[in-house]
């Protein structure tokens, strides 16, 4: 793959996000599980597509990040959509441990009940 | 359940996109397909959460929008999660007609193959 030239096709929308040009990217698993949302500039999706594994661009660090570079949960890129104005890509990867910080398979395992945020191991905290 | 105080309890990080106050809004329809991704205000959010009826709010026309307000393709909320930093929310709908304005299932129908888009009927275009 023509890294330089894939970038070009894709014809992204990049947004103004924290006076950054970036885009969002929804990271799935191969059972759909959504597995964390993120942003990329033009470089962490470059970094992307150039090693087969998911790098973000954190905008409280300013800086380009290889996810899992210190946990060492990886994720491996498998294939990945675009949406229909450009904004966004939908990446599908085989994740190494876990997505989250927090130690849940996803980033989303806070669920809505009754007006109050609870951790479940319902859906989104598990494979 | 008492919509402001639901949306004080989810303790929001609410991002500058555009200039504006947002967060980011994914949503799925209940096999987990990602239907779309987009931005919601504060306003939009409790406007869902009354109604129980997807809102969001675009950032070209500058005002909250009812999702299906011309198509009639409404998206009706059944349960949403929140991701562990606060700056997403996932939402879990069923889906009446196609998500898309593109006449997509989901507004993630283009593939990148070989570096090429394309509008693909697997996985992300049809139910």
Redesign the interface.
């Known amino acids: ?2 890294v330089e ?2 970038v070009k ?3 992204l929308k990049f ?5 950054e040009r970036l885009i ?1 990217a ?1 990271t ?1 698993d191969e ?4 597995l ?2 993120a942003f990329m500039n033009e470089e962490a999706l470059k970094k992307t597509l150039e090693t087969g594994y998911m790098h973000y661009y954190s ?1 409280s660090r300013k800086k380009l990040w290889r996810k899992g570079e210190e946990s060492g949960n990886v994720q491996k890129l498998i ?7 450009g904004d ?1 890509l ?1 990446f599908i990867v085989e994740q190494k441990g876990v997505a ?3 130690g ?1 398979y996803s ?6 009940e ?4 609870k951790i479940t191991g319902e ?2 905290s598990k494979r």
Do not use: S
Request: hydrophobic share 30%; charged share 30%; glycine share 4%.
């Open positions: 793959m023509d030239d894939t096709k894709l014809n947004r103004n996000i924290e006076g969002l929804i799935c059972n759909k599980n959504v964390m949302v905008t294939k990945f959509y675009r949406d229909c104005d966004a939908l989250c910080h927090e849940y980033c989303f395992h806070y669920k809505i009754d007006g109050e945020l859906y989104y």
